[in-house]
């Protein structure tokens, strides 16, 4: 990123549905333990949406909060980006119905898939909108519905993920949160590494498809596991050098595997104090972990502390795709 105006993060909400499914529960389902699952994953419990409700709606809440926290109105928001890979359809996107149900203007509004890096991608797209002057306010949300392409028979997979939202607003006018860098990347020769096999233009929905569960998420776990770690590391240290003059003041990963985030915390030498991490109430939740994450850490104070210095949010997952942003707070 470089010239241009400044953007910044005006405003944040979140949204988590009040359905628990908890670690007790999935041993009802699957062959499996609460123990496994904690020293495995770090999850305890993840949240479940209700019957009919669909990532534009928890998208909706998520952004109504969102723009409170940014002292904003929907016509305020002169563009909308959601990232998800589970919309309430394949088309229309899911950006048109938030744009519809908080009632905005006739802005832009489009959906962006990068999978758990979605909420990075969204808003290194959303900086350059406001940094060049073709927006003031982008609301960007990242809202998933995992539950619905979950596969409850696969003991290796289902007890990862959650559902949930969360949103920011990018604005050039903030009070902390300047983007300073924004960094994206992918390599589609991993693209079956996470994928949902059925449902797309190369393997419609057809009845085999269905009866051979391939409307739900398949995953490599264990290759998904040395990515991760590796890619954190490389984000988070790319961020530091890019801006060397700026102490670390937080790393908000996304949260797909407590192992994976302590394991990438040992090899950047950094302390507990520096991470936020929520992944034992909510799992992973794919685009909307770091939105989550992020809003939470922001009403609990966490960054209180971080004024003037650096706060590193980094996600990798399916594509693959992986991707960092950078704000000096
Ligand atoms: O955001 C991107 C998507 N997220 C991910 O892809 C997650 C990344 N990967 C991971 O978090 C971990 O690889 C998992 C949590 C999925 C698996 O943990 P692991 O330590 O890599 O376990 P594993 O796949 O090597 O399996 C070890 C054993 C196997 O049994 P055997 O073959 O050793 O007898 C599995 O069958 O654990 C078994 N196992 C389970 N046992 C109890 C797998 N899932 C479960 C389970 N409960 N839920």
Redesign the pocket.
Known sequence: MSGGGHAGIRGSGCYLPERILSNHDFEKI????DE??TT??GIKERRIAAPGQATSDMGTIAAQRALESAGLTPNDIDLILVATVTPDYPFPSTACLIQHKLGCREIGAFDLSAA?SGFMYAISTASQFVRNGAAKNVLVVGAETLSRVTDYSD???A??FGDGAGAVIVSNEFAHGEIVSTEIHSDGAGFET?IVPAGGSAKPLTAEAISAREQYMK?R??E??KF?VSRMVELVEHALARHADIELGLVVP?Q??LR?IESARDRLGITDDKLVVNIERYG?T?AASIAIAFDEARRAGRFDACAGKLVVMCAF??GLTWGSVALRW
């Open positions: 699957v062959d499996t333990s496994w699952i495995r994953t758990c003991r290796g997979s007890i990862l996470i995953l776990g264990r998904v596991f991760a996304h797909v595997n994976i992973n794919s997952g399916a």
